[in-house]
């Protein structure tokens, strides 16, 4: 395995109120907190301003100014302001339908700018209900005059929708929904991607996105914090998937249960925007709360022509006690894979050459942004290869479409991705979408009908996730299932990077 070192520091759980779960390898360490009240004022004042008695993270001082309180600690209820809701078209009908019944059939939101709805899961099918989930969300949209309605209408040709955007969370930050310092949720597990921002974003249900619909607020309990430093010079074989993949490896699917987990480090701050989306994408299946990377200058310049908002971001304090604390030196690590049914059952991609595989899957919301996509044409490149396996290509949205098909791929000679995957025999890109990463109605693009075994870029690799429930799914990075494409088998993309 890759070489990696872990500390860890917890907090009494006598102290605090809840239990902590060690790493046999772990040194554990308790540290007595003398005092976690602020003291008792007529006006309590946001934890931006004044002295603070505690050092919090970045997650409590984020949930404690959306309260309005001065200081927060772990397991604590509060009342927070939302900052933005999202939701699409497999949860939007429902979470306005109980807003309806909870606030009244004539009720109005609470902020028609702060509410965005994005059509992306079932989108390009002939399945009546899956179309008319997105007709419902056209007429409450319509009804309720919302701002940010990403719509589609002429399911046959996306581009003749300038309004549609695509998958949500890679769309949320191209659009500028993604601010540091705020709140926002979504009715979509992996809302988390956002937290790449330095934002509390966290997916909710939809008795609770109805409820936010009508007031804006939301009751949340305070999560412990992880802290994961990760050092070291990035081989360029790795993507930031290889960092996930190795974090839910070493943790398991339940090791954040209800946690954030927070990213920092040498090489996290060496990472593009939407490498850091990858990280914090997947903390979900690990079980994490929230996801959160300090916002620094790489997220400002992104940020500059997407938002014209004011933002002030937050930072852990020095102080700030985390509920355990994982190092990892990246420059040792090598590609990885997660095997069938878990994206915890952590495996080298070099220990499954003998996998044959049937198909590869490149898109999601985890691995379908556009650097994705330029990171499995410069393996197609240096190959010079066909594909021996379909090779599957779903762009995450309409922008990323686009930079198919218009950006040079670096060291092509000005080619583009989508010249690239031509020549290498992969299918042609598909209409911009959540395609079959969740399998989907029986027509969905790509979606597995037959029990085969499929190298993919998305998230979850358990039994029918993306169609048939015998299907076999190895999660792994562009680079890893772009080589995968190329032998037919489970490769290790050193063999055509290096």
């Known amino acids: 395995m890759a070489s990696f070192a872990i500390s860890s ?70 009342w927070v302001d939302v900052d933005i809701l999202m939701t699409h078209d497999v949860c939007g009908p429902s979470s306005f339908d109980v807003f309806k019944k909870e606030f009244g059939q004539n009720a109005k939101v609470w902020d028609r700018e702060k509410i965005v709805i994005i059509p992306d899961h079932y989108i390009f099918t002939k399945d009546e209900r899956a179309n008319r989930n997105v007709d419902i969300l056209r007429d409450y949209c319509t009804e309720q005059d919302i701002k940010y309605f990403y719509d589609i209408k002429d399911l046959g040709n996306f581009k003749a929708n300038p309004d549609y955007k695509g998958v949500c969370h890679v769309a949320l930050a191209q659009e500028g929904h993604c601010r540091p310092g705020e709140v926002l949720l979504g009715t979509d597990s992996h809302t988390c991607t956002a937290g790449a921002f330095g934002q509390f974003a966290t997916g909710i249900g939809i008795t609770d996105a109805g409820f936010v619909l009508g007031t804006g607020k939301l009751l949340l309990k305070v999560p412990p914090t992880l802290r994961f430093v990760m050092d070291g010079e990035m081989p360029d074989y790795l993507l930031a998937k290889d960092l996930i993949l190795q974090i839910i490896g070493e943790i398991s699917v339940s090791g954040a249960t209800y946690k954030s987990m927070e990213f920092v480090g040498s090489t996290v701050e060496s990472l593009s925007m939407e ?38 971001p937050l930072y852990s304090d020095e102080q700030a006690r985390f509920l355990s604390e994982y190092r990892f030196d990246i420059s040792k690590l090598e590609p990885l894979v997660a095997k069938p049914h878990s994206p915890d059952n952590r495996a080298l991609a070099r220990e499954c050459k003998d996998v044959k595989i049937d198909r590869v899957y490149i898109g999601s919301c985890t691995g379908g942004k556009t650097e994705d996509f330029i990171a499995a044409a410069k393996v197609f490149l240096a190959s010079g290869k066909k594909v021996k396996v379909p090779t599957f290509l779903v762009p995450a949205t309409q922008k990323v479409w686009i930079d198919v098909y218009s950006l040079p791929v670096p060291g092509s ?86």
Do not use: W
């Open 275 to 312: 490498e850091r989306m990858t990280l914090c994408n997947m903390v979900i299946e690990a079980g994490g709360k929230n996801g959160v990377i300090p916002a620094d200058a790489t997220t400002y310049k992104y940020l500059e022509d997407k938002t014209s908002l004011p933002y002030e």
């Open 413 to 498: 000679g000005g080619k583009t991705c989508s010249q690239i995957f031509e020549e290498a025999g992969c299918d042609t890109p598909a209409s911009p979408n959540c395609g079959a990463c969740l399998g989907g109605p029986k027509d969905t693009y790509a979606r597995m009908n037959e029990a085969q075994v499929c190298v993919s870029t998305t998230n979850r690799n358990f039994h029918g996730r993306m169609g048939h429930k015998d299907g076999q799914i190895y999660l792994a990075s562009p680079y890893t299932a772009a080589a995968s494409a190329l032998t037919g088998y489970v490769a290790d993309p050193r063999e055509f990077l290096q």
């Open 9 to 78: 520091s917890f907090i009494n759980q006598e102290d605090v109120g809840f239990r902590c779960f060690t790493p046999k390898c772990c040194k554990r360490i308790s540290k007595r907190i003398v005092s976690v009240m602020a003291p008792q004022q007529s006006q309590r004042t946001p934890s931006t301003t004044g002295s603070v008695k505690t050092g919090m993270t970045m997650t409590e001082k984020i949930l404690a100014r959306a309260s309005e309180k001065s200081q927060l600690r772990p397991g604590e209820n509060v």
